[in-house]
């Protein structure tokens, strides 16, 4: 009986310690100033402005700002909040301010490519147009089907448009001699060159090198920036691309340049010299035949800027300068009885009717499209850009990279650190 009673008293006991150590906890006074609330707007280093607009908070929250700061305005010290600092200013504004241009990102894609399609539109929007909402036009050869429409439509901040393709842009002109062109697909297979066989591949590029920009859809536009399956953008882009090529006179841009595969294209500079010959009025002074070719026209080097990027101005692309040098390329049958890419037609085009300062490297655009990446050179900017590219990887100054070329031609100074990356 005692020892039941012994037990029933510790119990109490115990009960009793319990809820005073729980009373002392919940009423003691915890010091609230060494937990600064944050303050998105304040630049790094700078101080917290206590004047700042009232945004709802509560006096106690306001009260943590005001004991930051010293009687002389200066930080009080350092606060150890077990946490490394960031190197920006906080998050971005939800939607920039500013005028938009008259733009839209385009996507030449078919239903098949959805998910692919998706992770582009996702780092598109994440890195930069959830900020900006710009329209978005989807091209196909075929009807995009509902649930394409309805998936992209959800992903894309601003408006989104569907056109069909044309038959008359996208089959075989009928200047061309099917025999021959079939022909050629069989030497490329047995070749075994990328794309060698491929009907559909060398209707797209034909479609890309001429007659995109004047879809009835891309007519109410006046700049594009096109976007490809399965890409991706490792950097915050925080200001408006659009707006940079319009203040700075720009008509064309790239973030990747490289040499064209050289079976694919063998005549291609025969046809780009009857053009100059043929059109002396559309070469540019100041161009970059430089970038070109190596003895003054003579051949063709094969560099060209990867156009699955470009930020480009359509107005230039519907110029009778441009329009003159596709239909002569076109005309030649290159297309189909050879596999003449867009890339190096874009890039040749603008190298020859544009002066070499309307054509922009983008080296801030950090990009992935398979096998190439391009990757800010400079740590600072990219911890300032929350990039997550991984430096050693990027493309622009190794041997196969055509960039070097443009920096040199252009005057320009590469970046500091370019070394560890060749």
């Keep these: 009986m005692a020892a039941g009673t012994t037990r029933y008293i510790r119990y109490l006991l115990f009960a009793f310690f319990t809820l005073a150590v729980v009373y002392f906890l919940s009423s003691s006074s915890i010091p609230t100033d060494r937990i600064p609330s944050v303050n998105w707007n304040t630049p790094q280093g700078g101080s917290l402005d206590s004047s700042a607009p009232d945004t709802g908070k509560s006096p106690a929250a306001d009260g943590n700002k005001q004991r930051l700061k010293t009687d002389s305005g200066k930080a009080a010290g350092n606060v150890d909040t077990g946490t490394t600092a960031k190197p920006g200013g906080g998050l971005p504004p939800a939607k920039a301010e500013g005028e938009r241009m008259n733009a839209t990102f385009v996507t030449l894609a078919r239903n098949s490519d959805l998910w692919d399609i ?7 929007e994440d890195r930069f147009n959830r900020k900006y909402n710009y329209d978005w036009v989807f ?3 075929k009807p995009f089907d509902d649930t394409f429409k309805k998936m992209t439509s959800t992903l894309i901040s601003g408006k989104t448009h569907y056109g069909q393709i044309g038959e008359e842009h996208w089959g075989f002109p009928d200047f061309i001699d099917q025999d021959k062109a079939r022909k050629t697909r069989e030497e490329m297979a047995e070749k075994k060159i990328i794309y060698g066989d491929s009907v559909s591949y060398r209707h797209m590029c034909r479609y890309e090198s001429g007659f995109f920009f004047q879809h009835p859809l891309m007519k109410q536009f006046e700049w594009y920036w096109r976007v490809e399956p399965s890409v991706e953008i490792f950097c915050d882009v925080n200001y408006d691309p659009f707006v940079f090529m319009k203040e700075n006179n720009k008509k064309y841009s790239f973030v990747i ?4 595969y050289v079976e694919t294209i063998p005549t291609l500079w025969d046809s780009v010299k009857k053009f100059m010959k043929k059109h002396p009025e559309h070469i540019a002074e100041d161009n970059s035949m430089g970038f070109l070719s ?6 063709y080097n094969h560099c060209h800027f990867w156009s699955n990027f470009e930020i480009g101005n359509l107005d230039w692309l519907r110029s009778p300068a441009y329009v003159d040098f596709f239909n002569t390329l076109d005309q030649d049958g290159g297309f189909f009885y050879e596999r003449w890419g867009d890339a190096p037609v874009h890039s040749i ?3 020859l009717t544009l002066p070499k300062d309307q054509i922009h490297f983008f080296n801030d655009i950090a990009y992935y499209h398979v096998p190439f990446t391009h990757c800010p050179t400079g740590e600072d900017y990219r911890a300032e850009h929350k990039c997550h590219c991984n430096p050693k990887d990027n493309f622009d100054w190794k041997g196969y990279s055509c960039t070097a070329r443009y920096f040199e031609l252009n005057n320009m100074k590469k970046p500091d650190g370019y070394e560890d990356e060749t």
């Design 118 to 124: 998706a992770k582009s539109i996702r780092h598109v």
């Design 139 to 141: 091209l196909n050869d």
């Design 257 to 260: 340049s490289l040499y064209e």
């Design 294 to 299: 190596d003895d003054d026209g003579e051949t």
């Design 349 to 351: 085009g603008a190298s």
